[in-house]
């Protein structure tokens, strides 16, 4: 089993930055696709982005390419997500979690994170 918690996510206003981190435990982190989710209140959990075991490829949601980051540091145990000019329409709970293939990384998840909250507000 993989464990996945997350941390990083706060209130920011809109134009700002938040770097978010999910460390995991339990089996060998390094060998797994991870990625990073969102979901609001009513609608479903979406897919913001993805990194290969070895961070050599990322992928991104269209609605993010350009200001979201994806980052891994496997001697950490950690994977981050680094957000940039942060809009309103980005607050949600952000949640990690570990795939067991990059290419179809949502139906191959087999760990989530507890979520963390970004709200982003004036």
């Known amino acids: 089993q993989v464990h996945l918690v997350e941390s990083g996510g706060g209130l920011v206003q809109p134009g700002g930055s938040l770097r978010l981190s999910c460390a995991a435990s339990?089996?060998?982190?390094?060998?797994?696709?991870m990625g990073w989710f969102r979901q609001v209140p009513g609608k479903e959990r979406e897919f913001v982005a993805r990194?290969?075991?070895?961070?050599?490829?990322?992928d991104y949601a269209d609605s993010v390419k350009g200001r979201f980051t994806i980052s891994r540091d496997n001697a950490k145990n950690t994977v981050y997500l680094q957000m940039n000019s942060l809009r309103p329409e980005d607050t949600a709970v952000y949640y990690c979690?570990?795939?067991?293939?990059?290419?179809?990384?949502?139906?191959?998840?087999?760990?989530w994170g507890q979520g963390t909250q970004v709200t982003v507000s004036s």
């Open positions: 979690a570990a795939s067991v293939t990059y290419g179809d990384f949502t139906r191959g998840v087999i760990a």
């Open positions: 339990g089996r060998t982190f390094s060998g797994y696709p």
């Open positions: 990194i290969r075991w070895n961070g050599g490829s990322t």
